[in-house]
């Protein structure tokens, strides 16, 4: 099994990234996905998830700013970041589990990706 995130950058607060993760060795219609950052010196949090059904949960932190969303037919996993905040500046990361919760806790995640860096100035 392979995540493999990209998209990663760095941008001025108030603009936009989307990052991916191609997945293989998975099929990610049968698992729950999810986004998680971590900064520096931070723990890894669990920021945004979609289910088998595409019912979607977020953290406040970037609820209305954020969209996760995915293409069965390419296996891919996508978060689109709107007006981003130097705070999101992280590592992030993609994960596939069987259920992530409204907690979205990475105690959930069974496959996880290398990360790519946003770092918002």
């Known amino acids: 099994v392979q995540l493999v995130e990209s998209g990663g950058d760095s941008v001025q607060a108030g603009g936009s990234l989307r990052l991916s993760c191609t997945v293989s060795g998975l099929i990610i219609s049968d698992y729950a996905m999810a986004w998680f950052r971590q900064a520096p010196g931070k723990e890894r949090e669990g920021i945004a998830t979609?289910?088998?059904?595409?019912?979607?949960t977020y953290k406040d932190s970037v609820k209305g700013r954020f969209t996760i969303s995915k293409d069965n037919n390419k296996n891919t996993l996508y978060l689109q970041m709107n007006n981003l905040k130097p705070e999101d500046t992280a590592m992030y990361y993609c994960?596939?589990?069987?259920?992530?919760?409204?907690?979205?806790?990475?105690?959930?995640?069974?496959?996880w990706g290398q990360g790519t860096q946003v770092t918002v100035s």
């Open positions: 994960a596939a589990g069987y259920y992530f919760g409204l907690a979205i806790s990475p105690t959930q995640a069974h496959y």
């Open positions: 979609i289910d088998g059904n595409a019912v979607t």
